[in-house]
């Protein structure tokens, strides 16, 4: 096949879905020459699953990557039909934000911002080879022959490597919802020294909203004044869609249980590893025997359509089995389905091959970013999607890279497991895997990392200015809690709501505040405290935690001791004497950038640690 010039760039990204344009954007908002290339325009930022953004642990990464310059929250803010908090009645740790998304304008406005991005060029085109010459990215080639020049690209390939889905015995090569799958570049990529699995995910079907009975199903409404997820929102978004709450049942788990052997899942046709924390209907009807019923949600997939999506009943069952399976469900028995469920499979990366900037090991300026690094969920994408084109336009500019620590950041959390520790199943973000939850709120994600987006070159001035502002008040926000004080008895009633006896003294806000008493009911007995309602609670927030986050405070420091004792990528653990085989072998893999690393590989034990320790420090 001829040859020929797409033209010359400095970076290029493969894949235009979640964490693909997060990265686009990154690398020409930086002020770099960029192409992305996609299979298909009318796949940029698609939903293929669920239509929502956010979720418990994954709202903190939406709010992370608005502080650092992203668009996931600005673009979720604008075409969001619902949005809620969730977990409201646990700590503000673990309190995420949710929204329903409209999925069309979803990816319609998301490939406005990319068309209209300065420094941006899109291309339909599906590619075939990473150019490298001399162990660096030298540029690109497509199935038809078209050449891009660069020095660096980011893989975003989502689940479209080798894509093929599956619906009861008929498999079928294609990406998600008939989108053409990527059958070109996965040989290329174990040419280069990749280690590739196979890995699945799947998606329920989508039912025609007219042939609902909804009086069945329990009305999910959105919530007002939750605060929108980027911090440059000026209101929050409108609920102007509820969804539903509905349960499967026992003839639901009849009919699944007496077709397992045209399962998929069941008769050894998918033998790929499924998401643990998502998994299929059939799968759950299996694993929890002992449930009679489970949850389901009929989502809103638009303002513009009538397609629902049916929540928790993801399935590859055969088309005739899933309509007789439906309708066992009360509110479904009527039901037209318009898109029919299946399972997918895809090729993807051992991301123990990547450093913590997410650039691959054995090639300079080839980045990897989303479900090609094992995860699942569009916001772990979009991070990813961030942190990799940050990188290699930092890279780019001769500028240091940006890798966050755990203590810093749920992306942290996220990249330091991937290439630590690696991933056996798709990866999903939980709040229980950050041990420094309570430092990493989402309300606080700008005061931790928009600094860092703004040094890096990708915040805005405006968004720069609208943080700085917002800091200014949280700071004067905590001062006039901490000192205005009220006489007993203007706090009598509140203290004896709560139960406590009377105060021998005045108190000040902030007194109360640690006595477990809100700031809204304070302000209602005592008066307006002044700030906005986000700047307010955030300064509460902190109040009320202090003594923890001083705790959380030391035993960061204590951990930092071993984050700043950094690893030469050059160092062969071979021939360090008293490290054990097997972790020699597990720091020669993985090639830990810091003492900190090391200690969080599994196989690597404190005996090992101590012995690095030590000659770390005959070294010096």
């Given amino acids: 096949m001829k040859e020929f010039s797409l ?145 660096a690209v980011v893989l975003a390939t989502g689940v479209y490597l080798n894509a093929q ?77 509820p969804c539903y709450l509905g349960y499967t049942n026992l003839a639901t788990h009849k009919v699944i249980l007496d077709n397992l052997d045209r399962s998929p899942l069941y008769n050894g046709t998918i033998e790929s590893t499924g998401p643990r924390y998502c998994p299929s209907i059939e799968t759950k009807v299996v694993r929890f025997a002992d449930k009679e019923r489970h949850q389901i949600f009929i989502e809103p997939e638009g303002a513009d359509t009538l397609e629902a999506y049916v929540q928790g009943m993801s399935s590859s069952l055969p088309h005739d089995i899933q309509i007789e399976m439906y309708h066992t469900v009360e509110g479904l028995e009527h039901a037209d389905i318009m898109r029919f469920a299946y399972a997918i499979e895809y090729d993807c990366i051992d991301t123990l091959d990547v450093y913590p900037t997410l650039e691959f090991k054995k090639v300079q300026g080839l980045y990897t970013a989303g479900q090609i690094n094992g995860t699942s969920g569009y916001e772990e994408a979009a991070a990813q999607g961030l942190i990799a084109g940050l990188n290699a336009s930092l890279k780019l500019r001769g500028m240091p890279p940006l890798v966050l620590g755990r203590d810093e950041a749920y992306i942290g959390v996220l990249i330091d497991d991937l290439v630590t520790k690696g991933t056996e199943e798709p990866y999903r973000m939980m709040t229980s895997r950050a041990e420094y939850r309570i430092e990493l709120r989402q309300d606080n994600a700008d005061f931790r990392l928009t600094q860092k987006g703004y040094d890096s070159g990708l915040v805005t001035e405006e968004r720069y200015a609208i943080y700085l502002k917002r800091k200014e008040q949280y700071e004067a926000a905590v001062q ?100 054990r085989l097997e972790a020699r072998e597990k720091l020669n893999k993985i090639k830990p950038r810091s003492l900190g690393q090391a200690s969080r590989i599994s196989g690597v034990n404190p005996a090992d640690i101590a012995v690095l320790t030590v000659w770390l420090s005959l070294k010096k």
């Fill in 480 to 579: 006039y809690l901490e000192h205005t004080s009220f006489t007993p008895d203007r706090t009598q009633e509140l203290l004896e709501e709560y139960g406590f006896s009377r105060a021998a003294g005045s108190l000040s806000i902030a007194d109360l505040i640690r006595r477990g008493i809100p700031l809204d009911k304070i302000s209602a007995a005592t008066g307006e405290t002044g700030f906005a309602r986000d700047v307010a609670e955030s300064a509460e927030i902190f109040i009320r935690y202090e003594g923890y986050l001083k705790k959380n405070a030391e035993q960061i420091a204590r951990a930092k001791k071993y984050e700043d004792k950094l690893l030469s990528e050059d160092i062969d653990y071979s021939k360090i004497e008293g490290l």
């Fill in 165 to 241: 889905t599956i619906t009861g015995d008929v498999i079928k090569k294609s990406g998600p919802n008939g989108f053409s799958a990527a059958d070109a570049l996965t040989q290329n990529l174990i040419d280069l020294g990749f280690t590739v699995r196979r890995f699945k995910t799947g998606t329920p079907a989508r039912v025609d909203f007219r042939t609902i009975d909804l009086s069945k199903l329990t009305p999910q409404y959105g919530e007002n004044n939750v605060g929108p997820f980027s911090f440059i929102t000026q209101n929050p978004p409108e609920n102007k869609m």
């Fill in 7 to 151: 033209g010359k760039y400095d970076a290029a990204v493969v894949g235009a879905g979640h964490a693909g344009c997060e990265a686009a954007l990154a690398l020409a908002r930086t002020g770099l020459k960029t192409a992305v290339l996609t299979l298909n325009l009318d796949a940029i930022a698609f939903m293929a699953c669920n239509p929502s953004i956010g979720g418990t642990a994954k709202g903190h990464l939406v709010r992370e990557i608005d502080a650092l310059g992203g668009e996931m929250g600005v673009n979720a803010d604008a075409t969001a039909l619902q949005i809620k908090m969730l977990n409201v009645g646990k700590g503000a740790a673990v309190q995420s934000l949710r929204c329903q998304s409209d999925k069309n304008a979803y990816h319609a406005r998301m490939k406005s911002v990319l068309e209209n991005t300065e420094n941006l060029r899109i291309i339909q085109g599906e590619v075939a080879e990473i150019i490298v010459e001399d162990g660096k990215v030298a540029g690109l080639k497509t199935t038809y022959g078209g050449v891009i020049n660069c020095r």
